[in-house]
């Protein structure tokens, strides 16, 4: 079997929870998330999970969030991008080879307040070669500043917000609110809610916006599922 074949498939034999996805009944196949990707992108995200497997930290959206966000991403051709919470740098990583493909240069702001996770995943966005789509910054997403870095650093008003900073539902609409009040203008804004069931969740997206964000945004609201 070739790499292209297998690809993600190997991690169907791999135990660790955080694979979660591979392990479930029928999936036998490589999705487009991975299957896009060249050899050499492909060798490094195996590289950034061999090296995540050993010395963690362990939190990345997994294939569904990513596969959702690649959809809305390329098909509406976003290239003006800030994710609250980048962690180790996964999804940042496969992001930013979202906008290389489209060339959508300063594409991707990405902020976390842990100064371990910001050089870490700098160190990732270097050896993809992707320093010309993506800007890491060791922010909080609580800080009105932000949102002035993040709109300096794309030439223009953000297309899309995910936020994935916190696993505390009142902190995440915390942000959500402050940051869409304050000045994002974004036509997108993707809501993932760790940890909590997708009942809660939509019961309390609902009560806290009525289905509509500050500024009348579309709000899409999803949930990850864990171990
Ligand atoms: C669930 S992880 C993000 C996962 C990442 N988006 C991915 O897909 O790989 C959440 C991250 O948010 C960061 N975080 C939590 N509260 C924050 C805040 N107020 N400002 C910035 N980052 C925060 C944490 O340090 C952590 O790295």
């Not at 990583?93 to 371990?116: E, I, K, Q, T």
Request: aromatic share 10%; charged share 20%; with cysteine.
């Amino acid at each position: 079997m070739t790499s292209e074949e297998s690809r993600s498939r190997v991690w169907k034999d791999n135990s660790h929870p955080r694979y979660w996805w591979h392990h479930l009944p029928g999936i036998d196949y490589v999705p487009p998330i991975y299957s896009e990707l060249s050899e050499a992108e492909w060798v490094t995200l195996r590289e950034w999970y061999d090296e995540t497997d050993r010395s963690g930290p362990i939190g990345e959206c997994a294939v569904p969030l990513i596969s959702f966000l690649h959809g809305l991403v390329m098909g509406n051709r976003i290239g003006r991008i800030v994710q609250l919470g980048t962690c180790a740098g996964y999804s940042t990583l496969l992001l930013g080879w979202m906008l290389r493909r489209m060339n959508a240069r300063n594409g991707l702001f990405s902020l976390d307040h842990d100064p371990a996770m910001c050089e870490m995943s700098r160190r990732w966005i270097v050896r993809a070669d992707l320093e010309d789509f993506v800007e890491i910054v060791e922010r909080s997403s609580l800080d009105a500043g932000s949102t002035t870095a993040a709109r300096n650093y794309l030439g223009g008003e953000p297309e899309l917000i995910i936020l994935d900073s916190s696993t505390n539902i009142s902190l995440l609409w915390q942000n959500s609110i402050f940051g869409m009040r304050r000045s994002h203008q974004a036509d997108f804004s993707f809501f993932t809610m760790s940890a909590v069931s997708p009942r809660n969740s939509m019961s309390h997206a609902k009560a806290a916006s009525g289905g509509r964000l500050p500024n009348g945004g579309k709000c899409i609201l999803t949930w990850k599922r864990f171990r």
